[in-house]
């Protein structure tokens, strides 16, 4: 580590768990010493504060505060180390907890924020802070669109923000990862001992101030330091597992471990690859896509409301038309059917056969070929020896068929005497099931 590092800022993260790629030390170096020299412009903003959150646009202070709305999305900075209780983002180089959720939640309140895009562009930070952070962030999915675009990392601290989100995109340099907890010790002893510095410590109990910078760290003080780093690595890993789907099997599985886009996909960690314009594009494009869609449903339902009515009226009439025609058609059919059993030369020699057909219902063609099976009848009824059904026969069977509305065109008053004297002669036959309309 530098030593002319804010001691303020390294308290923040000497023998304190955090969530930092431990690949990056170089970048965690360099983000804390660039922040180390703009400390107190930040304390003197911090100091101007007002109640309210948010600077005028003309701030100067509004720029460590960035809130930028383009085409309905809204595009958070994630950048540098991330800090517990640091309300800005300073640049590149540290961004703080409160401002990433001051920011998400504005624009959630927000009417002319579609969808937030969280930029991300980070190695890690403090673990204090961003488990609440992106159990808010989680928990507002649904209400606006949520992505998040690692361009070009987001590592540890910055992956679990970026999990928290409903879509997660890495440039194709970029990469994720790095689920897991470190502590860093530093111990100087020996150097105390080549500068003739001698530390004495005096404790009330044996574990009192272990691993203290001035000792060699003890057994106990190891095994204390490896619980909880262990504790808040199965936190972290629940986490993930949760807010991407997976298994914590799989998101153990990782080792604590980096991954370019490819691999970051491969693994479910990421959704897509893809630079930052890109990104956004996609977003601005499905944002653009679902409100459309919206309000083509809106508009649909409307339609759909207004000619309910007169759909229902228009299937009223339809019904009636084709109960009419159906009533219509019935007659014709049974008409067709009678005629075609009495007037068959089949039935000429079998009237009364042909009339049980036609009182049993059976099909025209279905009859003819079973009378043709039967042998002929003797014409031995009421005195009449013509061969062949008898006069009148016809319009008895279709007026006793009057179920379809199937009546002779004669005049009514001739047609029923004649029905009369016909239905005598059906009964002489010995059949049943025909009789007037008078009864």
Not at 26 to 37: D, H, I, Q, R, V
Not at 127 to 153: M, Q, T, Y
Request: glycine fraction near 10%; hydrophobic fraction near 40%; aromatic fraction near 6%.
């Amino acid at each position: 580590m530098q030593r002319n590092l804010n001691p303020v800022l390294m308290s923040h993260f000497q023998d304190q768990v955090a969530l930092i790629d431990e690949g990056r030390v170089g970048w965690f170096e360099g983000c804390l010493a660039g922040l180390n020299e703009r400390m107190g412009a930040i304390e003197k903003m911090s100091a101007e504060a007002s109640n309210s959150f948010w600077f005028e646009d003309g701030d100067y202070r509004a720029a460590y505060r960035p809130y930028t709305v383009v085409n309905g999305i809204l595009r958070v900075p994630v950048r540098g180390v991330l800090l517990n209780n640091f309300p800005w983002q300073y640049a590149g180089w540290a961004t703080g907890y409160e401002y990433i959720w001051e920011a998400v939640k504005r624009g959630l309140d927000d009417r002319d924020v579609k969808g937030i895009a969280l930029v991300i562009d980070s190695g890690g930070g403090m673990v204090s802070g961003n488990w609440d952070l992106v159990d808010r962030i989680f928990e507002s999915r649904g209400r606006k669109p949520i992505w998040a675009i690692a361009a070009e990392h987001a590592y540890s601290a910055a992956y679990n923000i970026a999990a928290a989100a409903e879509n997660v995109i890495v440039a194709r340099t970029g990469g994720v990862g790095s689920i897991g907890v470190v502590v860093v010790h530093m111990e100087m002893s020996k150097m105390l001992d080549e500068w003739g510095i001698t530390t004495t410590i005096i404790r009330s109990k044996p574990t009192k101030m272990e691993g203290n910078p001035y000792e060699p760290l003890s057994t106990g003080a190891q095994k204390r330091f490896q619980s909880q780093v262990d504790d808040l690595h199965k936190q972290f890993v629940a986490m993930v597992a949760r807010n991407r789907g997976l298994t914590v099997e799989e998101v153990d599985a990782t080792d604590a471990l980096t991954f370019m886009s490819h691999q970051a996909v491969e693994k479910g960690l990421a959704d897509e690859i893809g630079n930052l314009d890109d990104s956004l594009s996609a977003f601005e494009a499905k944002i653009n896509f679902s409100e459309g869609d919206d309000q083509m449903a809106n508009e649909n339902k409307a339609v759909e409301t207004i000619t309910k009515e007169a759909h229902e009226a228009a299937l009223a009439d339809a019904a009636k038309v084709a109960k009419a025609e159906g009533v219509t058609e019935g007659a014709d059919a049974e008409r067709a059917r009678i005629t075609g059993i009495l007037g068959s030369d089949e039935a000429k020699t079998r009237p009364a056969a042909a009339l049980l057909m036609v009182n049993l219902g059976v099909d025209a063609e279905q009859a003819k070929a079973e009378l043709a099976k039967l042998p002929e009848e003797k014409a031995e009824t009421q005195g009449t020896t013509a061969v062949g059904a008898p006069e009148g026969m016809l319009k008895a069977a279709m007026a006793a068929e009057g179920k379809h509305g199937v009546i002779a065109d004669a005049d009514a008053d001739k047609q029923q005497s004649q029905a009369d004297q016909d239905l005598a002669l059906i009964h002489s036959f010995g059949l049943s099931g025909f009789k007037s309309n008078k009864e």
